[in-house]
């Protein structure tokens, strides 16, 4: 059975489809197949067996995981390691590239749709370490032939692919603490599914995958462990098998993945931190304090100039002012390109007495971006060189004709793809250091949003003095100048695009961003990189005037409500038979309230519970672990920015 659901946490249409389980053909384990003949004489009621041969054995093994997991076989956690945020009314998820992989083995032989894999949540104070020996990488005849009496762990026999100097990590979980938070038999089954994305016309876009859901909330406030463990064969009917009762005793469980993350509070959740971004001024300039704002330096600064220390050529020091490529507005500057050097680039301001050094800046940047790729600096001049020695040649043959070599070709040179590729990733700003992005760290402070506009000229000189290498004479200076289709010049019109920062980049490393234009056409954004572990710089080629931040697909979550008065109150808003959440918190039937727990103060669920009630209100004959999945789906959410410049 499936179940679907609208594929909304993405910019574009189609449904996720949810599967009960997808079984693997054959488990995991050992077989033996055996093969006999018989041959048979007269009608099939009266048949005379004239042949039987003796059955003819062969085993063979299905390989599969069992004490590893390869990174490969892991999509995504959620919420993501290390990362930080409002976790409080989720319940953490693991996927897997392999669709078939919580069903290749069985926690109880005798039900086949118990999946062998089970993720267990620790609190700080709970969670195994290696300080309290509790925590520990062994090898598989460590596991097998424990000497200690106070951990238990069942006897197995290892399959013909593993080896008993194979190392396998394990934790040992207090069996009163084991009791409260390992899932029941018939929870473990709700908590397995298998998804696929179908497209708006219902073509697969992407490979089945496999999800496992934990069955407990984080604790807010608190450093929170899931722990990826296997419970092959260790389920009676109804529960995981534990000797008697001992609070002392401890229980070894082989964890084959896990994670940390940080549930803070409300206002630290991915939608809390952006909508309490600063957001003025909404472009990139200092914010004029009332003693700056009626002195002359006031329209400069409200520009995005910063005066910055400058050392002049005859040693002498000064301030300057300053501004680097991301502008509060268009630019209608002119300067004349090519230049000889960077000095042919400063600006005098008589009004103020000071030196402007910005494009002056950009072009020596370039330069030195230039030869510190040395592979490019040298395909650069020997480009340039052999593109002069064919404009000689060709002036030679219109003053000599008698004398042209039969070999001269009158084509010209084609400038190799690297440097084009070298130039173009410049001209989106690549390479340039933060620090000639944003002069002054008060133009982004911290938990902020900045836009921008591109300075085309800003980005003409940086191209330009990376261009200049090999411009020693004035005939280079000429030649570069004569230039009919300038190699260094920008594919863009037009840029713009937006500054983040803020602890949102460094807890979703799977932020999108989608930008539009002001009649709402979709921008192609060209580069989205993390300048450093909470900055985020886009930019779109176009003049953008409305961002959509939201997360990746793969963050779609499970999870329960929250009341806005009571945060510790929840409930579950379910879904109809469309897979459409209910707003009405009135409609009773639709409305999952009050949870059921197994122990509220560690927030355990009571999963299968849960789906009895979610079952009885839809009142549906059957609840499988699609219709649960689909139930405790969360949407991953949206903030809208808009341009003010």
């Not at 897997?96 to 086949?112: C, G, H, I, M, Y």
């Not at 409305?591 to 009895?612: C, F, G, Y």
Request: proline share 6%.
């Amino acid at each position: 059975m499936t179940d679907t659901t609208p594929d909304d946490q993405s910019s574009g249409t189609g449904t996720i489809e949810f599967l009960d389980h997808h079984y693997p053909p054959l488990e995991a384990g050992g077989y033996q197949i055996t093969f006999t003949q018989e041959l048979h004489e007269g009608a099939p009621t009266e048949a005379k067996v004239l042949l039987l041969t003796d059955g003819l054995s062969r085993t063979f093994e299905v390989a599969g995981e069992r004490f590893q997991l390869p990174s490969e076989l892991i999509h995504s956690v959620f919420p993501p390691d290390s990362s930080k945020g409002e976790y409080a009314n989720i319940l953490p998820h693991i996927i897997f590239n392999r669709s078939t992989l919580p069903w290749e083995r069985r926690a109880n032989q005798d039900v086949k749709a118990a999946p062998w894999l089970a993720l267990l949540l620790f609190t700080e104070d709970e969670k195994p370490t290696e300080e309290k020996s509790t925590l520990q990488v062994i090898t598989l005849d460590q596991l097998i032939n424990s000497s200690s009496s106070n951990v238990v762990f069942p006897q197995i026999i290892l399959e013909s692919a593993q080896h008993e100097d194979d190392k396998v990590t394990v934790i040992d979980v207090p069996q009163s603490l084991l009791n409260t938070i390992m899932p029941m038999t018939a929870d473990l089954q709700l908590l397995a599914h298998a998804h696929q994305t179908k497209d708006e016309e219902g073509n697969l876009t992407d490979d089945e995958q496999a999800v496992i859901i934990c069955n407990r909330l984080p604790l807010p406030g608190n450093v929170n462990t899931v722990h990826l463990v296997s419970v092959e064969n260790r389920f009676t009917a109804d529960r995981f098998d534990v000797p008697a009762d001992n609070e002392s005793q401890l229980i070894r469980l082989v964890s084959l993945q896990s994670w940390s993350f940080t549930s803070t509070d409300e206002d630290k959740s991915f939608k809390g931190l952006l909508m309490s971004l600063n957001c003025e001024p909404s472009a990139l300039c200092l914010t004029l304090t009332d003693e700056v704002a009626s002195t002359e330096a006031a329209p400069y600064m409200q520009m995005g100039y910063t005066l910055l220390r400058h050392s002049l050529r005859q040693g002498e020091t000064t301030v300057s002012w300053y501004h680097g490529p991301l502008s509060v507005g268009e630019n209608t500057t002119e300067v004349s390109l090519p230049a000889k050097a960077a000095d042919a680039l400063m600006r005098y301001n008589p009004a103020t007495g000071i030196f402007d050094i910005s494009y002056a800046a950009a072009w020596e940047l370039g330069r030195l971006l230039a030869l510190q790729s040395k592979q490019f600096s040298i395909d650069l001049y020997n480009w340039k060189r052999a593109h002069a020695q064919q404009l000689k040649q060709a002036e030679q043959q219109l003053l000599y004709p008698a004398l042209a070599g039969r070999n001269s070709s009158s084509e010209a040179i084609a400038l190799p793809d690297s440097i084009t590729v070298w130039f173009n990733n410049l001209s989106e700003l690549e390479g340039v250091p933060f620090n000639y992005l944003v002069p002054d760290q008060r133009m982004l402070p911290t938990e902020a949003i900045r836009f921008f506009y591109v300075d085309g000229l800003w980005v003409d000189c940086l191209l330009d003095g990376a261009y200049s290498i090999g411009r020693a004479t004035t005939a280079d200076y000429e030649l570069d100048q004569s230039q009919e289709e300038n190699p260094a010049s920008s594919p863009y019109e037009e840029l713009t695009g937006f500054l983040l920062r803020s602890d949102v980049v460094s807890g979703w490393p799977g932020l999108l961003v989608d930008g539009y234009s002001a009649d709402s056409a979709p921008l192609n954004l060209l580069r989205m990189d993390r300048l450093s572990e909470n900055v985020l710089l886009c930019l779109f080629e176009g003049e953008v005037f409305s961002v959509n931040i939201h997360q990746k697909p793969e963050t779609l979550h499970f999870g329960l409500d929250r009341g806005d008065e009571q945060p510790e109150e929840f409930y579950k808003m379910l879904r109809d038979a469309d897979g459409i959440e209910n707003q009405d918190p009135e409609n009773e039937s639709l409305v999952l309230k009050p949870i059921p727990w197994r122990d509220q103060s560690r927030k355990v669920l009571d999963i299968h519970s849960m789906a009895e009630n979610i079952r009885a209100n839809l009142d549906l004959e059957s609840f499988t672990s699609a219709e649960f999945a689909l139930q405790m789906i969360e949407g991953v959410e949206m903030v809208t920015f808009e341009s003010s410049g």
